[in-house]
């Protein structure tokens, strides 16, 4: 089993940065990906970006790359979402979810390879 929950959320002018925090718990030998997913209103839920636990290999969706930075805190267990140049179109509710090392895997582009995730913290960005 593994815990996640993030914390960070909140509202910013456009232009404006925040840092979304996944704190993870439980048998973190057994992740092999943590991932950012959003959903925004009335939207799917979306790939952001994920982060190979052991590697440290990154992959961001197009819409943020080069805007928002995935990185881990060894010490803590910690995964970070820094997020600058935040745009209205980033509104949206923000998930920290793990997936764990399989046999048959699957894309860690896609929410479906991810096993845990946390309850969401909201991102508001205004005019």
């Known amino acids: 089993q593994v815990q996640v929950v993030e914390s960070g959320g909140g509202l910013v002018q456009t232009g404006g940065s925040l840092r979304l925090a996944c704190a993870v718990s439980?048998?973190?030998?057994?992740?092999?990906?943590m991932g950012w997913f959003r959903q925004g209103p009335g939207k799917e839920r979306e790939f952001v970006s994920t982060?190979?636990?052991?590697?440290?290999?990154?992959y961001y969706a197009d819409s943020v790359k080069g805007r928002f930075t995935i990185s881990r805190d060894n010490a803590k267990n910690t995964v970070y979402l820094q997020m600058n140049s935040l745009e209205p179109e980033d509104t949206a509710v923000y998930y920290c979810?793990?997936?764990?090392?399989?046999?048959?895997?699957?894309?860690?582009?896609?929410?479906?390879?991810?096993?845990?995730w946390g309850q969401g913290t909201q991102v508001t960005v205004t005019l």
């Open positions: 979810a793990a997936a764990v090392n399989r046999f048959f895997g699957g894309s860690a582009l896609s929410a479906s390879r991810y096993d845990y």
């Open positions: 439980g048998s973190t030998f057994s992740i092999k990906y």
């Open positions: 982060f190979t636990w052991s590697s440290g290999s990154t």
